[in-house]
């Protein structure tokens, strides 16, 4: 590293710290720039296919890339730690393991699970937060066929796995569940009768205020495979029993209990200082958080205003990849003392899988995809962010091609 150089530190390698490192890279010359990542481990995750590592249908290592594999380390300096703090008035990164400066500063560290303060949650709930959260998830349910088929007079409840939350997120797990529960009910010579998969949900339906025709295609796809729905059932407690529901209190038992009820930007930010609405930095329209002349906030760690609807753009990995874009470019214009851009979110559509080989959602101008046409979109939507990650190369190795 050379002092007289100005230092960019990129904070989290997700879909927004991996982009614009690798954008940075692209933009400016080595001897412009040095450009530091920092991330917590030495690969970077698909985050938008955990919901497939923490019901086991994909092995977590098709989700994991190694950092170094992608992002050239004699170009980029590469950091392994966790992020504990910022501090803004020295200009430095606390690590768990030391301390970086920085001159300019990429916010990035991602979401946490939001549990809203529910009773139990915490405690007795999994969360889909990162690829060990999952394989714990994945590891659980096996556990709970394996001893079932173990135990003399064993509970049916033990094999019952509670969703709650019936976000994209939840409604995602239920359509692997539903493809990996018969197939441990073979390897464990279950009835598939006696597993439950219910989702529980606050809102008068599944996936509140997404498309009407496409919520009751994901509902009727997964009732026909086995998923029960609770709607218009606020989660009031989670016990190590299963969950407490509605004003009646009512108890729903099971074994296994994910919550996917919602999510907030990292703690990291609090920690630092940064002034939150709803656990995010609202940022203004060139990324950068407010009053700070040389810190972008990014991703899920961002609110970023759509003017024309006056509430902010949902947490996305396509938000992720577009805020990285603009805030590469905004770099290299401060570093040539030029104009900043204003973010401007390119809607490309929301598809969602319901297991291998079913989804829907709406692409670009809005049209509704069903079925196959959508799990392909969605198989292509995610090979399409390998290639811009690590070309076709990074395809081939961890790119999805699943026959139907
Ligand atoms: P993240 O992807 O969360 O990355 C953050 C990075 O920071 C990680 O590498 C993490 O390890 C690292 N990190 C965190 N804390 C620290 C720390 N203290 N120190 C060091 N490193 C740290 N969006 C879509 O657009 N399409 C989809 O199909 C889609 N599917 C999804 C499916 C699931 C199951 C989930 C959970 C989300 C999905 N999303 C989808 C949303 C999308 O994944 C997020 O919006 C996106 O991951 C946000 O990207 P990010 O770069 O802000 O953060
Ligand atoms: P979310 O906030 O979108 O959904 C959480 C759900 O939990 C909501 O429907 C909410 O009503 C429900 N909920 C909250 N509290 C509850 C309670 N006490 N009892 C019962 N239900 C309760 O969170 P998410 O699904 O994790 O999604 C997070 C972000 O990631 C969103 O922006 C989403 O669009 C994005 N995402 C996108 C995709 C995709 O595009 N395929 C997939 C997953 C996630």
């Known amino acids: 590293m050379n002092a007289s150089k100005p230092k960019i530190v990129v904070l989290g390698a997700g879909y927004a710290g991996m982009m614009t490192t690798k954008r940075l890279c692209q933009q400016l010359q080595p001897e412009e720039a040095d450009i530091v990542l920092i991330n917590k481990h030495n690969y970077h995750y698909q985050t938008t296919w955990l919901h497939e590592v923490a019901a086991g249908t994909i092995n977590h290592n098709l989700a994991r890339i190694m950092i170094s594999d992608v992002i050239n380390p004699n170009r980029v300096r590469l950091i392994y730690d966790s992020v504990v703090k910022v501090n803004k008035e020295e200009q430095l990164v606390e690590l768990e393991n030391g301390e970086v400066s920085y001159d300019y500063l990429v916010f990035s560290l991602g979401f946490e699970t939001n549990t809203f303060g529910i ?127 509605g004003d009646d209190h009512e108890e729903i038992k099971a074994g296994t209990v994910v919550w996917t009820g919602g999510v907030k930007g990292s ?15 609202t940022v203004n329209e060139d990324l950068r958080a407010p009053g700070e002349e040389n810190i972008f906030i990014l991703g899920d760690c961002a609110w970023v205003m759509n003017k024309e609807e006056g509430r902010p753009y949902p947490p996305t990995a396509q938000a992720a990849m577009q805020h990285a874009d603009t805030c590469a470019n905004n770099i290299r214009a401060l570093l040539h003392d030029e104009p900043l851009k204003a973010f401007k979110f390119s809607d490309k559509g929301t598809v969602a899988s319901l297991g291998v080989t079913d989804g829907m959602g709406t692409v670009l101008s809005g049209t509704k995809l069903y079925g196959k046409p959508a799990a392909t979109m969605k198989k292509v939507v995610d090979n399409r962010y390998l290639f811009l990650l690590g070309g076709p190369k990074l395809v081939l190795r961890k790119g999805k091609f699943r026959p139907f």
């Open 119 to 245: 009773k139990g949650m915490d405690e007795h709930a999994f969360f889909i937060n990162d690829i060990d959260t999952c394989r714990e998830i994945d590891s659980h349910i096996e556990y709970q066929f394996a001893k079932y088929r173990n135990e003399e007079n064993a509970n049916d409840d033990s094999l019952a796995i509670l969703v709650g939350g019936g976000g994209f997120t939840g409604i995602e797990l239920l359509g692997e569940l539903v493809e990996k529960v018969p197939k441990l009910c073979k390897k464990y010579d279950i009835d598939r009768n006696k597993v439950r998969i219910i989702n529980v949900e606050a809102a008068p339906t599944i996936l509140p205020g997404f498309d009407k025709d496409l919520v009751a295609y994901a509902k009727d796809s997964l009732q026909s495979r086995g998923v029960e729905f609770m709607e218009n059932a606020k989660i009031q407690e989670c016990t190590e029993d299963g969950f407490i529901v």
């Open 267 to 281: 703690s990291v930010l609090g920690e630092s200082g940064f002034e939150l609405t709803k656990g995010k930095v």
